[in-house]
Every structure is written in structure tokens, then in C-alpha cells.
């Protein structure tokens, strides 16, 4: 197959983002391995074709290529440099796939540690939710060294609809997805916000979807959330803990800029308020419930 | 001509949104009378083929349909009912179509004042810009009742691309503005946040601009402003001070409701910040430059 590495590729992470990653490679035809704390998600791996390893130290010695697909700076520590850790086995010249939404400080400095231990790396966050995954139709927010790029050309093709190149420097990526993420949990906030002024002033909520939707109002997650409110499905997608943990990423890096963000500020306030009353793993839409005496939808069919 | 109202219709507030709906009534055929303290929008007026007048008095007779079209409530007060106001002149079963931006209350009151006297009235806050109002496709959210509407169809026609109807209570039209420009005026400010962290963290802002508005972190203000600050071009399209207006108009309709917004609040203090350093009268995206130390892009060419 064209463009495909000489080993396998290695998925560390098999959550709904993860195990999407995976059923695509396989899709494309790659040799897939995959390591997860969870069995169902191995099992899962499995009954799709792939290769289940017990932890990332099993995935170092047969990868080219390591994608991680886990959810904090803390676990990305833990699967690459923990007592159970993919780097001490990983190659020379493999390719780290770093996907977890980090500080770019942390994304810069980790480029770094692995570059001494001649492993290379590309600093890539990933957008795009669950679905996307799924498809092989992920956002890709890439930056790192031309010679990282090129080994990893087949694996990007497969499991992303679009990747950015940013630049030579790790940290680029992380940068640019910081960004988004700070746009994305204001907008979430800013969603809960005009659906609860609309309901306690009695607006109808269908018609305001409708409108604003057409409107200079509209964002991305005015459109993708604002239905699971007016239908009462906070089912998770994604949660409202991703935003607690995004939001802080978003003010470290204002506070190292000196920079101060106040509706960052005021919306990592709201879903830590929304955690802290207990729906910290609701839909990131359940933000809304911190509002007091807002009649909110119920489920349909109740 | 079909729909045609059996007199003229009237246009109070010849800025850059009255001027362009009298424009497109005048465009569809309709005998299309002015009037604006400014002499140069009558003379431009006049020069479209349309009928300057001195003050809203003078219009009353002569109009069965009156749009107005000025920027706030003291406005839309003096033009009605002040000393040269057109309420006294307008003739029973009139209708007011009133556009500007006021608290849902008052447009309730408005209402019933003018049914008092034989005027019916169309709540019909407007949105899309000055080039929509000029290309006669502005977005309107309208409420009133039926016998109000009747005689309007062919000036909505004329002047808006897309009319809501969102019920017979007047109100309902100013409740969904004032949500939108709560949507709207966050929006904004979250790009400023957004594009300052940017400049700070020395990311390429064409490349920003180019990833954001293809992902999750998309607003419809994002795509529009974020070009004027990378341009540096601040020319007034919209003005920082009307979302100091728009936002305050939030916050009193969510303390009537008894509602917390603390991100309306805090991009109400954004754009409260950057008019009180001078800013007022510039692009709303100015609101960006409330930051200290962002070396924000220069005019192109400079």
C-alpha cells in the first residue's frame, strides 16, 4: 500500500475519539494496535481487526507510528514516560502523533524530551468530535519538523478530513487548538446564556433557533448545542468536565501572557459551577442548568 | 402596482440602514418620503428620486406606513411623540413599523400607546448590516397583529429578505434582538479575547483565522470582525457604542428576568471600556484594543 510505514501504527486511548482513529486505519488497510485501561474498548479494537496490547510499553517495540488520543497533559505524561510508558521501548526515529489538548508550553517541552531520545514528534490536536473520528474526517491543528511530517503521511490521510500545518515548532498546534477552545466554551456559555433569558421571557425556543441560526448571532456551538437543550438530551458528547479542564488550559496560557480574559474567566466559572453541582459529566450543554428557576425542556416523549 | 399601500411610505432615520430601506422601497415602486436631522441624508434621499421632509410631523400625513428607523428609545420617543413628532399628524389605521434596537418592554408599551390611538404598529427589529439594507435583504423579526401586518406586505417585501413573524404580541419581535445581540455582542468580544491571545502567543493570525473559522470555535462574528482587526481597519460598520447600548438592553431585560448573565455583563464592561478610551464611534471590533501590551496588525500598506 502506498505511503504506508514499514511498521504498525499504535493507538494509545480508545475512547469515542480514539477507537474511531483505529477503525479508520484499519479501514485504510494499516496495521493497528491499540492500548486502552479499559477491556471493553480492547474487545472493541479486536472484533474490528486490530491488535489489543495490555499497556503503551507493549506498543513501543512494534510502532512506527504512536498516536495519543488521551484526555489530559497528566495521562499523555503517564502513557509516554510512566513506569507502564511507550518511550522507553518506542524506536529510534518513530513518530509520536501528540493529540491531547495541552498547554502549548507543555506540547513545546514535550517535543523537546523526545527529540533527546531521537524519537520524533508532531504536536496535533485534534477537532471534530466523535463522529468525525468515526470517519476519518477529523480537523487536524498540526505543527513539527518536515522529517516527522513524512512518515506520516498515510496515517494523517486516513484518519483526518483536514489537517493544518502550522509550522516547524511544537507548541503551534497546541496554540491554535487553545484558541479554539477558548472561542468554543464562550460560545457554549453564551448558548446557555440567550436560552435562558429566551425561556424565562417566555420566547418560543424553536422559533429563536430558527432565527438566530439565520442571524449574526450564530456560532458553531449556538447550532450543534442549542438543539440538545431544546430537546433535554444531555446525553454526553462532550462533557462539561472537557471545559472545566479547556477553559483552564485557555487562562494559564492568558496568565503566562499576561493577558487578562474575563469572559474566559466568567465561562470557566459557569461550568465549574455546572461540575460542581454534579453535571460535570453531562453534555457540555448542561452548563446551562447553573442558571436558577430556568423551566428547562424535558426530554421528548415525557 | 400590486401590494402597493394607497399612500407613501415614510422612513424616519436616514443612517446607513434607513437610507438604504428607503432606497429599496424606491427600487420597488414605492412613493418613498424621508426625514433625518442630517440636510446631507435628505439631500441623498432627493437625489434617489425620494421626498425629504423637515421634521416626522411632516411626514404623518402623507404616509400610511411609517418605518422607523432611528438608533434607540429616546430616539424612537422623540420621533413619535416629541414636539415635532408623528404620532399627532399620522391618520387612524396607520401602521408603525418600529426597527430600532429597545428593551422588549417598551416595544410591549409602544404598542398599546399607539393603539390608543388608532395606529397599529409592527414590533420589527432588523438585522444584517448596512449592505443588506441597501440590497433590500435585511433579516427582520417582526410580531404584531394580523390587521397590522395586512397592509405591510409589499414594504417587507421591498426591504427585507427574510421576515420573521413571531406572534401577535407585540415584544416578542424586540425579545429575540435582544437575544441575538446578546449572541452578537459576546461574539465579538470573545474574538477580541481570542485574537489577542493570538498576537500575544505570536501565532500566524491568517493561518488562525483560516483554522477557527473551519472548526467548532466559529461564530458568525469571528468570520466577519476577525478580517477588520487583522486588516487594522476600524472603519464603523457597526459601532462599539451600540453594543454598549445593545448589551446594557441585555442586562436590564435579564435583571427584569431576574437572571445572572455574567458573560453579557463582562463584554458589556469590554465594550464599555474600550468607548470610554475613546473608542466609541470605531468598529465594534475595536473592542479588541481594551488589551494591554497586544501589538495589534497595522492598516494594510502603512
Redesign the interface.
Known amino acids: 500500500m502506498p505511503g504506508a510505514p514499514e511498521r504498525a501504527v499504535g493507538v494509545i486511548g480508545l475512547g469515542a475519539m480514539g477507537l474511531g482513529v483505529a477503525r479508520s486505519l484499519l479501514r485504510a488497510g494499516f496495521e493497528t494496535l491499540g492500548c486502552d485501561v479499559r477491556p471493553e474498548a480492547l474487545a472493541a479494537l479486536e472484533s474490528d481487526g486490530g491488535t489489543g496490547c495490555a499497556d503503551p510499553a507493549a506498543l513501543g517495540p512494534r510502532c512506527g507510528i504512536l498516536i495519543v488520543l488521551v484526555v489530559n497533559q497528566a495521562q499523555v505524561e503517564e502513557v509516554l514516560f510512566g513506569p507502564s510508558g511507550a518511550v522507553p521501548t518506542l524506536g529510534r526515529g518513530s513518530v509520536v502523533i501528540a493529540c491531547a489538548t495541552v498547554p502549548?508550553s507543555y506540547a513545546a517541552a514535550l517535543g523537546g524530551r523526545l527529540r533527546e531520545r531521537g524519537i520524533l514528534m508532531l504536536d496535533a490536536p485534534v477537532?471534530?468530535?466523535a463522529a468525525k473520528a468515526a470517519s476519518g474526517r477529523m480537523?487536524m491543528?498540526t505543527s513539527g519538523p518536515p522529517e516527522a511530517y513524512a512518515p506520516c503521511e498515510g496515517v494523517l490521510g486516513a484518519v483526518a478530513g483536514?489537517v493544518?500545518r502550522?509550522?516547524p515548532g511544537h507548541g503551534?498546534g497546541s496554540?491554535?487548538k487553545?484558541?479554539?477552545?477558548?472561542?468554543?466554551g464562550?460560545?457554549i456559555?453564551?448558548?446557555a446564556?440567550?436560552l435562558?433569558?429566551?425561556i424565562?421571557?417566555g420566547?418560543?425556543l424553536d422559533?429563536?433557533y430558527?432565527?438566530?441560526t439565520?442571524?449574526?448571532?450564530?456560532?458553531?456551538?449556538?447550532e450543534?448545542r442549542a438543539p440538545h437543550v431544546l430537546a433535554g438530551d444531555y446525553t454526553s458528547l462532550s462533557a462539561v468536565d472537557l471545559f472545566v479542564k479547556d477553559l483552564g488550559i485557555?487562562l494559564d496560557?492568558?496568565r503566562e501572557?499576561?493577558?487578562?480574559?474575563?469572559?474566559?474567566?466568567?465561562?470557566h466559572?459557569?461550568f465549574l459551577k455546572a461540575s460542581g453541582e454534579g453535571h460535570g459529566r453531562e453534555d457540555d450543554s448542561a452548563v446551562i442548568k447553573v442558571?436558577?428557576?430556568?423551566d428547562l425542556p424535558g426530554p421528548k416523549g415525557t
Open positions: 502549548p477537532s471534530g468530535g480537523t491543528m483536514h493544518y502550522l509550522g503551534l496554540q491554535v487553545v484558541i479554539n477552545q477558548l472561542l468554543a464562550v460560545h456559555a453564551a448558548m446564556e440567550a435562558a433569558l429566551g424565562r421571557q420566547v418560543d422559533a429563536l430558527e432565527v438566530i439565520h442571524s449574526a448571532g450564530n456560532s458553531w456551538m449556538f450543534n485557555v496560557a492568558a501572557a499576561g493577558l487578562p480574559l474575563t469572559l474566559s474567566a466568567a465561562a466559572r459557569m442558571f436558577p428557576g430556568v
